[in-house]
């Protein structure tokens, strides 16, 4: 994806298309936002109240055996408009601009982005779990669900 | 990738082929690790007190400004050697079968691990950034590098 730039902001030229890895949706998110009307980041997201759902393609339904509700997760979901060619961006937000690797932006050499979240509810026979709060674009592809845990995910001291 | 399975383990069976984006690697992780010594987690991967070392391809340098020694950051890299077909598993350390998004293994429909470490060195120059530990192979193909940040990567109350 390319389109215009803001001043400062610096594009990988000349690279190949990715020829790594493919990636697997294991379904979607839903959620109450579309272009114009998200939330900037999980907090503002919070703030309005308004939760959201995954819809799990009913193949992994297994994979959700022993998450709890009320336990902490991390989402890893695919931003599938955003740029992929962004090394330095400007977003409106920073005073200057700043390094990809910088930024939550969810411009990025790979387009995931990740929130924690508190799960509400598990319902395996349909394969749905409720979500405390989201960021994303209503079928935005979800990637993974992680356990939070407190001695892998905080910053050591 | 296949294999032998645990007692309990359960594999999505009939499931075409990835056929989602492509991930594009921006670096290796250099770590003191390989198949036989390689810790099973970050905290123990730090109790060892060897540190490790991204070297970024040089073309993702511009990515890096902004960053600060003594930060901590987010990485997410690929499990190049580990299973995509496992619904669920049976790790040595839990005592009965579990889902794998109860799990924080790198078996998983998508190989992405995740750890959050502190920056020790930034050499833009080389494109290599000191980290406090990982628990990774040695060349692990690395996907992404985010700024921890409290607001976003601490569960909600």
Redesign the interface.
Known sequence: MTGRLRPGE?V?EG?P??????????GRIRSPWGPGDCPR???RA?ETGRPARIDLDP??A??????QVGQ???L?Y?M?RAR?DL??QAPRHVTE????????SPN???T?S?????ITAIDPDSATIGI??IDCFDNT?L???????E??????R
Chains 1, 2 share one sequence.
């Open positions: 610096v990988l690279a298309d990715p020829d790594g890895p493919r990636l697997r949706p294991i980041n999980i907090g919070r193949a992994f297994p994979a959700l055996a022993g998450l902490p997760v991390i890893l695919w599938d992929r090394l330095v601009p700043r390094g990809t690797f910088a930024l939550r990025r050499p790979n995931i990740q929130a924690t979240v508190r405390d709060a592809p990637l993974d669900i992680k356990p939070w845990l001695t892998v995910d905080l910053p050591p």
